[in-house]
Each structure stands twice: as structure tokens, then as C-alpha cells.
């Protein structure tokens, strides 16, 4: 039984049938996918969700399948923590994290994405995947590509994170560096997509794609015991996920699982990459390139794919905006350690830091609920902050020489 009626153009409304397609040929405007909410109001009930496994499909319905899942079946529900410590020292009252640092199986929310696209790429027909990524993307798809007995095409830029690279070729996809920023990179695969028969899970399957972020709020909701947080501050690069965010928890709330939606949504960016931020900040239609520099590589896109639909979604939301610089970005990679327990990556430092600032600015009230998107793991960018660290103290292994140490410690 399946939900979709088919696609539609976010900019002119058309419809279009649940095939191959991603742009709309009128304006240019991108499609994404139409569901029978009537339909779905009268199976989706919150009895029937608590009933399911906890993973990402206990949404099914809400999410762009004809058939049932395939992939990512040990995908999401991942803890929404309650930060008291963090929160003592960033002086709120109640802070959550929802932590896609332990998602399953690559670490990511990524792993969100990739298992609606690869479910439903073989709905469409397709053997081989293909993406275009700043890392965890790359990682998401080798691993369930792997899985799944897909063939598997990986295109990244040629400077990223030894752990990032690692964690691709490990799954044995074909990965290819290319000598540029991700931005070439995209451009590169948008014209490999129109030649070769790939699902190109961000770009030519991207309506299916997106879709899988949403299960990121809908658990957030379900994890507050069914209400939305007031704010939630979410890291941005292309702007997929923080539009899929706001659009999950709309949707909770025109089925009736949860009260109105007061939410507002905050975008985090590295300084160097921060068009979407810029845009919001200037109210601006247009997103204006930049050629990202930023330790925050996962975020480093200077074009954004959904720049004009993020920048929409934070204002109509009554959100706001902020960028972190390197420095701040290693600041609040260790905060989060040292008050949570939790190795975030670069992209979870933005976060923190932006989350500090906002709360700074007195946009964020002290007093309200507040929820920090934790979407990396800190195991994969290792090289931002080993120079930061200090370095283990080194002792020979008897008793009289650690004593040495510890008497001079104290
Ligand atoms: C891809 C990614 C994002 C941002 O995703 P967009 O949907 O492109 O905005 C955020 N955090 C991490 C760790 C990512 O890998
Ligand atoms: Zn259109």
C-alpha cells in the first residue's frame, strides 16, 4: 500500500508522476514528493508507531516507498538526550540532543537519506548508486550499497578528512577524488547523471532522498512524548535536512500527533561557507556562491542545492541565524565532550557554537525548550582538533615511575 501521489513542483505546484525526475521543466523549480495525508491520517496512528520496531520506518507511511523498506531496518531512533550539564553552562533550563553521532550503521544522519534512496532506487529499477558527497554521504551509501549488493560510485573532493576517506573505501565502492571543492564535484556528477543509467541519490532520486531527514524530527517529536521542542538549531550545507525538519514536524502536526508546531529553527554554517546564513540574515531571494573555507568540510558547500527553501523555512519559522569560526568550532567540539560525553565532528561543533551564540544574542530564550542537531561523529575528523589536545603523559611501566609523575602533579 503506498502514499505517494506522485511529485510536485515546490515553486508552481505542478504535478508530476513518482518517476525519475527532480526538476520542474516549467520554471526550474525542484520537485519533491505528494502524499495522501487523508489517507495516511486514518492508518498513522501514535498506537500504531509505538507498536513498530524503533527504527526509521516505524513512519512508514510518511515516507516515499510502493512497497515495503529494504534498507536502513537498524537505521534511526537514536537517543534524545537530555543535556543538564551542557545546559548549566550555557545557562537554559531544558536542552536536549538528538544524537545522529551513533546512528546506524555509518555514524551519521546521513544513514537517514541513503536508506530511503537505496529502497527506493531499486523500486525504480536501478543496480548501481552514485553520489556526490562532503564525506558522510560518501560513507552512508558505500556501507548500505554494500549491504544491499549494489554497485557503488562515490565522488568526493580530493581534500577530505582521512576518516571520511577511510570510512568509504573500507566498503570496497568505487571512489573517486576529485581535484576540486564539492561544489565542481556536483557540478561533475549532475553531468555523469544525464549520461550514465545511475540513481545519483542527491541528485537525480533527491525527491525520495530528502524525505528521509524528516524521520529526524518525527522522532524528536516522539521523544518528547509527542510535542514539538520551541527551537531547534540545526546544521546546514546543501539545506536539505533543516527544511525536512520543519516539514516532519508539520506534518506530525496536520495528523493530529502532536499539538500546533511553535517551533522556531535556527541554521548553524562554518565562517567561510555560510551563504544560507548570509541570506537569512540580508532577507535576501538570492543565495549568493561562496567558495567554502572552513574546517566544518561535512558543511562546506558554497552553493546550496535548498539555500532559497532553508533561508524560507528559518524566517517564516520567526528563526534566526549564525556562523562559527574554526576557533569556535574546536571551542564547542570539546564542550560537548567534556559536559555530555558526546565526540561530535566539525559539523556538530558549528552547532554548539551557533546554539552558544544565539543563546548570547538572547534569540534563544533561557527558559524554553531547546534542541541541538547532533548529526556527525567526532572519530571521523580527527585531524580538527588532535593539535588542540594535549598529548598523553608517557611514563615507563613500573610503579616508581607514574609515582614520579603523580608527585609532580600534585
Ligand atoms: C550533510 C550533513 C549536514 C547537512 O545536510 P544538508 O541537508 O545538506 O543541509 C549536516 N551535518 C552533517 C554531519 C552532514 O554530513
Ligand atoms: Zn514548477
Excluded at 520506518?57 to 515516507?63: A, F, G, H, S, V
Excluded at 541513503?114 to 531499486?122: D, E, G, N, T
Excluded at 556501507?143 to 571520511?164: H, N, S
Aim: with cysteine.
Amino acid at each position: 500500500m503506498s502514499y505517494i501521489k506522485g511529485l510536485k513542483c515546490r515553486e508552481c505546484h505542478r504535478h508530476y508522476p513518482k518517476e525519475v525526475l527532480f526538476v520542474c521543466e516549467y520554471c526550474f523549480g525542484s520537485l519533491e514528493v505528494d502524499y495522501d495525508y487523508e489517507a495516511i491520517k486514518k492508518v498513522l496512528t501514535k498506537e500504531k508507531i509505538l507498536s513498530r520496531p524503533k527504527n526509521m520506518w516505524r513512519y512508514k507511511e510518511l515516507l516515499p516507498l510502493e512497497g515495503e523498506p529494504t534498507d536502513g531496518l537498524n537505521t534511526g531512533f537514536t537517543p534524545l538526550i537530555r543535556a543538564n550539564n551542557l545546559a548549566k553552562v550555557l545557562g537554559v533550563k531544558e536542552l536536549y540532543i538528538k544524537d545522529d553521532s551513533v546512528n546506524h550503521p555509518t555514524l551519521s544522519f546521513k544513514d537517514r537519506v541513503v536508506a530511503v534512496a537505496l529502497s527506493r532506487a531499486k523500486e525504480l529499477g536501478f543496480r548501481t548508486v552514485a553520489c556526490a558527497s562532503t564525506g558522510n554521504l560518501a560513507n552512508s551509501v558505500s556501507a548500505q550499497a554494500a549491504m544491499a549488493g549494489l554497485r557503488a560510485y562515490i565522488f568526493i573532493p580530493a581534500d577530505l578528512e582521512l576518516g571520511k576517506v577511510i570510512a568509504s573505501l573500507i566498503y570496497a565502492p568505487t571512489v573517486v577524488a576529485v581535484e576540486g571543492n564539492y561544489d565542481e564535484v556536483n557540478r561533475l556528477c549532475s553531468e555523469i547523471a544525464s549520461k550514465y543509467k545511475w540513481a545519483f541519490v542527491n541528485i537525480n532520486i533527491r525527491p525520495y532522498y530528502a524525505e528521509g531527514s524528516k524521520t529526524y524530527a518525527y522522532e524528536i517529536a516522539e521523544q518528547l512524548n509527542w510535542r514539538a521542542p520551541l527551537h531547534i538549531v540545526v546544521p546546514s550545507a546543501g539545506g536539505s535536512l533543516i527544511t525536512k525538519i520543519w516539514k516532519g514536524l508539520k506534518e506530525f502536526e496536520k495528523l493530529g500527533l502532536i499539538p500546533e508546531v511553535k517551533t522556531k529553527v535556527y541554521c548553524a554554517q562554518g565562517k567561510g561557507s555560510s551563504p544560507i546564513v548570509t541570506a537569512i540574515k540580508e532577507n535576501s531571494d538570492i543565495i549568493k556562491p561562496v567558495k567554502p573555507k572552513t574546517i566544518a568540510k561535512s558543511l562546506a558547500i558554497g552553493n546550496p542545492a535548498d539555500g532559497y527553501y532553508a533561508k524560507d523555512t528559518v524566517l517564516q519559522s520567526g528563526g534566526w541565524a549564525e556562523e562559527a569560526s574554526d576557533e569556535e568550532i574546536v571551542e564547542a567540539i570539546k564542550l560537548l565532550a567534556s559536559t555530555e560525553g558526546i565526540f561530535t565532528e566539525t559539523a556538530g561543533g558549528v552547532t554548539v557554537a551557533v546554539t552558544k551564540k544565539l543563546i548570547e544574542q538572547k534569540r534563544i530564550p533561557p527558559d524554553e525548550s531547546i534542541v541541538i542537531s547532533i548529526t556527525g561523529n567526532g572519530l571521523k575528523t580527527q585531524e580538527a582538533v588532535y593539535e588542540k589536545l594535549p598529548k598523553p603523559i608517557k611514563i615507563k611501566p613500573t610503579l616508581s615511575s607514574f609515582e614520579e609523575y603523580h608527585r609532580k602533579e600534585q
